[in-house]
């Protein structure tokens, strides 16, 4: 969808933020995608936020410290 706003953009004058905005604020299925993501943005940082206090907690209890492997990207 990004890719087909950029070709939306004229290409024969440059164009200041105002002028960029406007183009993205009149693209109403980019809007909503750009919602979506957003929301699942939120959604998995709020996951991943709950479970690095859980691991912290846990770590603050353990005599020794664990050892933790983090999946690979």
Same mark, same amino acid.
Do not use: N, W, Y
């Given at each position: 969808e990004f890719k087909a706003f950029l070709k939306k953009l004229p290409t024969d004058h440059f164009l200041n933020t105002s002028a960029v905005l406007k183009f993205w604020t009149s693209d109403l299925v980019l809007q909503r995608r750009y919602g979506l993501l957003e929301a699942s943005t939120k959604?998995? =940082?709020? /996951?991943?936020?709950?479970?690095?206090? @859980?691991?912290?907690? =846990?770590? /603050?209890?353990?005599?020794?410290?664990? @050892?933790?492997?983090?999946?690979?990207?």
């Open positions: 959604v998995v =940082l709020g /996951k991943a936020i709950k479970i690095v206090r @859980k691991l912290f907690a =846990l770590s /603050k209890r353990c005599p020794t410290q664990p @050892k933790i492997s983090l999946p690979r990207e």
